[in-house]
C-alpha cells in the first residue's frame, strides 16, 4: 500500500508540472511556433528515452530474473508493449475528442462538446505518462522511478505550455486555457494510482506493467506528439528538440538510476 501512495504522489507532483508550463499564458506570454514545436520535441525525446531505459529494459530484467534466460522475456516485452499501445489506439478511436490543429477525431458525441474534447484529447495523452510513473514507483525500483518521473516531469513543462497557448488560439481567455491545462495534469494521477495498483497485485505482473506503460507512451509518441511537431514545417527544430530529450534523459537515467 505504501507504493501505490508513492505511486499517487510522484504522478500527483509530475501532472502538477504541467500548471507550471502553462504560467507564461496569465502574462500574455505566446512562443512562437517553431520554438512551441522545438519544445514539443523535447518532451518527445524524453518520453522516448524513458519508454526504453526506465520501462522496457527493466522489465527485460525482471523478467529474466524471474522466467530465465530465453524467449520469456523477450515475448512479455513485445505483447506488453503491443498491447499497451493498442489499448490507447483503441480509446484514440472510441473517445470523441479534439485536437488543436487536426480537428474532431474518435466518435461524434452531440452530449460532449467545446473545452471537454480537447481535455479528452489530453486525457488521451496524460494517462499513458501518469501510468509510467506509477508503475516504476509501485515496482519498487526508486532510483529508476526517479529518473522516470523527473524526465516526465520536466516535458509536461512545454506541453502545459503547447495545451494553454493551443485553448488561447482557438477563442479561450488566458485564465480559462491555464486553469484547463492546469487540470489535465491531474489525470496523471489517475494513472499514477492504477499503474501502481496494477503492479502490486503480484509480481509476475510488474514486467507486464512496465512494457504496458511503454507501449502506451510509444504510441503517444509516434500518433500525437511528432505528427504535431512537423506539422507546420519545423521538423528540423523538432527533430533537434527530440534528440536533445532523449540524451538529456539517458544521462538522467544512467545517472540516477547508478
Given at each position: 500500500m ?5 505511486a499517487?504522489?510522484a ?6 508540472l504541467?500548471?507550471?508550463g502553462?504560467?507564461?499564458?496569465l502574462?500574455g506570454r ?7 514545436d ?32 530465453g524467449?520469456?522475456p523477450?515475448?512479455?516485452a513485445?505483447f ?5 499501445a493498442?489499448?490507447?489506439a ?6 470523441p475528442h ?5 480537428g474532431?477525431?474518435g466518435m ?6 467545446g ?10 495523452h ?19 522511478a ?8 520536466l ?28 487540470l489535465?495534469g ?17 509480481q509476475?505482473?510488474l ?15 509516434s500518433h ?18 527530440l534528440?536533445v530529450?532523449?540524451v ?6 544512467v545517472?540516477?538510476?547508478?
Amino acid at each position: 500500500m505504501d507504493l501505490v501512495l508513492t505511486a499517487l504522489v510522484a504522478s500527483f507532483i509530475t501532472g502538477s508540472l504541467t500548471a507550471v508550463g502553462a504560467l507564461p499564458v496569465l502574462f500574455g506570454r505566446h512562443p512562437s511556433e517553431r520554438f512551441n514545436d522545438t519544445l514539443l520535441g523535447f518532451a518527445a525525446g524524453v518520453m522516448l528515452a524513458a519508454s526504453f531505459f526506465s520501462l522496457i529494459v527493466p522489465s527485460i530484467e525482471i523478467s529474466t530474473e524471474l522466467y530465465g534466460e530465453g524467449p520469456a522475456p523477450a515475448l512479455i516485452a513485445v505483447f506488453g508493449i503491443l498491447l499497451g499501445a493498442v489499448t490507447i489506439a483503441v480509446m484514440d478511436r472510441l473517445l470523441p475528442h479534439e485536437h488543436f490543429v487536426s480537428g474532431p477525431e474518435g466518435m461524434a458525441s452531440d452530449k460532449i462538446a467545446g473545452v471537454w474534447l480537447f481535455v479528452f484529447a489530453i486525457a488521451i495523452h496524460n494517462f499513458p505518462e501518469g501510468l509510467a510513473v506509477g508503475v516504476a514507483y509501485g515496482s519498487g525500483q526508486t532510483d529508476a522511478a526517479f529518473s522516470l518521473a523527473l524526465g516526465i516531469g520536466l516535458q509536461n513543462l512545454p506541453e502545459g505550455l503547447a495545451v494553454a497557448v493551443g485553448l488561447v488560439a482557438v477563442g479561450y481567455s488566458h485564465w480559462k486555457s491555464f486553469v484547463v491545462a492546469a487540470l489535465t495534469g491531474l489525470i496523471e494521477p489517475i494513472g499514477g494510482i492504477v499503474g501502481g495498483a496494477f503492479v502490486n497485485l503480484s509480481q509476475v505482473l510488474l514486467p507486464w506493467g512496465l512494457v504496458f506503460a511503454a507501449g502506451a507512451m510509444l504510441f503517444v509518441i509516434s500518433h500525437e506528439i511528432i505528427p504535431e511537431t512537423h506539422r507546420r514545417g519545423h521538423h528540423q527544430r523538432a527533430t533537434a528538440g527530440l534528440m536533445v530529450g532523449l540524451v538529456v534523459m539517458l544521462f538522467l537515467d544512467v545517472w540516477l538510476a547508478a
